[in-house]
């Protein structure tokens, strides 16, 4: 019997765009679903949950983001040190003041696919300082 070898299907190289965002007086739940639309390729038209086809995305004036409501105030970000009581916790409004971009990459980051993708598509999130 002979064997036949399987034909190997090369890997298509994806063609991955750069979308620049201008985030002046933005929301910034909206913009980082906008953000999270792009970073995995859904509106590409071969869109495949498991395919990572996402673009670029680079994202200027952070600094001047809008925040509505009672968030500023209200919201807080934890994390964890390992250790017994460790529990760390710090508002939106000094986060925003020390690093506004890493406000909108939490963001982003919490609204992409909890998997192994996500690591891969988040760092195609660029911030520009102009």
Do not use: W
């Not at 739940?29 to 498991?50: Q, T, Y």
């Not at 986060?95 to 992409?112: D, T, W, Y």
């Amino acid at each position: 019997m002979k064997q036949t070898k399987r034909p190997v299907s090369a890997k298509t190289a994806v063609s991955r765009e750069k979308h620049k965002i201008d985030a002046t007086d933005k929301i910034l739940g909206r913009l980082a679903a906008e953000i999270a639309v792009l970073l995995r390729g859904k509106n590409k038209i071969g869109f495949l949950p498991n395919k990572d086809i996402g673009d670029f995305v680079i994202v200027a004036n952070v600094g001047k983001i809008k925040i509505t409501g009672r968030k500023i105030e209200q919201k807080k970000y934890y994390h964890h040190t390992g250790y017994l009581g460790g529990l760390k916790a710090k508002s939106l409004k000094t986060l925003i003041v020390e690093n506004p971009a890493e406000v909108l990459k939490k963001a982003v980051f919490g609204m992409l696919p909890k998997n192994k993708l996500r690591a891969k598509q988040i760092k195609r999130l660029k911030f520009s300082s102009s």
